[in-house]
């Protein structure tokens, strides 16, 4: 299927972003039990909702480009569900430390922070690229900002990502 101009596609974008606010951000309670596992270090309900919601939306379609490419859809709709949450400022690909770090959240806590890093495994390499994720916010020092202005508790989390699933693992500094 090919999109034949910029207006069908505009309108394929649109329908495509009310689609995902009807079905997603309409459920406000799941949604708000899943911005509190974010916000609390409860890896595993947000590993639940993430499934969930890729089970319910992802195509095989939607991550069928190269591997350096895949790890964008999944950055992509974890965005959009985190801004969702209005007491949040969500950040993406910002300069942290000594790199770019995939999502930076600023909670309502000024003592709290949050930082993620999303990646892409093939099939059974979700944990190894776990773990490289949660030391790649470390080895970078994506933290570093949230330290400076004195929270006491920042919250790194790696996510990743392979076609409908998805496996995340938090650690507490």
Request: glycine share 6%; hydrophobic share 35%; with cysteine.
């Amino acid at each position: 299927m090919v999109i034949p101009n910029k207006e069908i596609k505009e309108v394929y974008k649109l329908q495509i972003q009310e689609w995902f606010k009807n079905t997603v951000l309409s459920n406000t309670e799941q949604l708000t039990s899943f911005w509190n596992a974010i916000q609390t270090g409860k890896a595993e309900v947000i590993e639940t909702y993430l499934n969930r919601i890729l089970s319910n939306s992802i195509s095989v379609f939607d991550t069928k480009v190269r591997n350096e490419e895949k790890e964008s859809s999944y950055h992509t709709l974890l965005i959009r569900l985190l801004d969702g949450n209005s007491n949040w400022l969500v950040k993406s690909n910002i300069e942290a430390g000594d790199g770019f770090a995939d999502i930076i959240i600023e909670t309502e806590d000024p003592d709290a922070g949050i930082v993620i890093e999303v990646k892409y495994a093939e099939a059974g390499h979700e944990k190894e690229m776990v773990q490289k994720a949660l030391k790649q916010i470390q080895d970078k020092d994506y933290g570093y900002e949230f330290r400076q202005e004195g929270m006491k508790r920042i919250l790194y989390y790696g996510v990743v990502c392979n076609k409908k699933t998805c496996m995340a693992e938090v650690l507490e500094r």
